[in-house]
């Protein structure tokens, strides 16, 4: 469960960064 939080939030960040470049 840990993990796929984990990656969840990584996903989300790395749409945010592309979002915003």
Known sequence: MI???VH???CHS???YR???
């Open 3 to 5: 993990t796929v939080s």
């Open 8 to 10: 969840c939030l990584r």
């Open 14 to 16: 790395d749409e945010i």
């Open 19 to 21: 979002h915003g470049l």
